[in-house]
């Protein structure tokens, strides 16, 4: 039984070291492909530090586990904490900024010197400023988001239920009275719109613009946003009972490294 939890950390860092490497070699692969578009590029950071941080982490956790080495499970250990803190960290900035009811009730708490801040508005003002919002427009144009809606006859069209962000930046609002020649193609009535909207003068046919400024569209997206954030939350629980997990068996691998009888596995 002394062995099992040295295997269980050796197992899940060997999994781990894996997914380190394919996150490295995806990075390498944005970095250098040409053919790859900028928003693609962009990932190549991320992925680095990812597979970076994790490779290293993994090792620390292998080597601790297998050769018996108490120092580089104490550090593997003190990092794996720092993680747990930080999905802790993870979540409660997530409710924050996704839930306007509690950011709103805890935006005037504090006393006189300190105060939460308005966190409801958060999400909103760093996705929807000019310089973000027009990365965002540009990856969806990059990556032609909306070339894969449903093609077909007016009459069909409508039949189809597009997701909220697709329907409010690849096609003008339906309330605009706008003619159907395809599915990112409209004709304006010879009598202008139907309403006096700003979103019914903001649409272009040009394909890297469309509807992608109107207000709809931002409207859609940042609840799009806040919906996957909410999912995120799920994952991250679960991520985060099984990072415990792990800790917790990373202790008693520790205590089976000090043990006198344990011998450590070839």
């Known amino acids: ?19 380190a490497i394919m996150a490295l070699g995806f990075g390498l692969w944005f970095k250098v492909d040409a053919a790859q578009s900028l928003c693609q590029k962009s990932l190549y950071m991320p992925l680095f530090i990812f597979g970076g941080s994790l490779l290293v982490l993994s090792l620390l956790g292998f080597i601790g586990s297998c050769c018996r080495a108490s120092f580089f499970l104490w550090i593997y250990l003190f990092f794996l904490f720092l993680f747990i803190v930080g999905m802790i960290c993870l979540s ?18 504090g006393g006189n010197d300190a105060k939460f801040g308005d966190w409801g508005n958060w999400l909103e003002k760093h996705v929807l400023n000019d310089q973000n919002w027009g990365e965002i427009k540009s990856c969806m144009a990059t990556f032609k988001y909306c070339q894969i809606m449903p093609r077909g006859e007016s009459a069909d069209f409508y039949k189809y239920s597009l997701p909220a962000a697709q329907s409010s930046c690849c096609k003008p609002p339906t309330y605009c009275g706008f003619e159907f020649t395809n599915a990112t193609h409209w004709t304006m009535p010879k009598t202008g719109p139907a309403v006096p909207d700003s979103d019914c003068k903001t649409w272009n046919n040009a394909q890297n613009e469309l509807c992608f400024d109107c207000q709809s569209c931002k409207a859609s997206f940042l609840e799009t946003i806040q919906k996957n954030w909410n999912k995120m939350a799920i994952l991250n629980f679960c991520i985060f009972v099984f990072i415990i997990i792990i800790y917790s068996i990373g202790c008693c691998a520790l205590r089976n490294n000090r043990s006198k009888g344990y011998r450590p596995y070839p």
């Open 92 to 109: 409660i900035f997530t409710i924050l900024v996704t839930n306007k009811s509690v950011a709103k009730a805890l935006s005037g708490k």
């Open 1 to 19: 039984m002394v062995r099992v939890s040295n295997f269980v950390i050796s197992l899940v860092n060997v999994l781990n070291f894996m997914v």
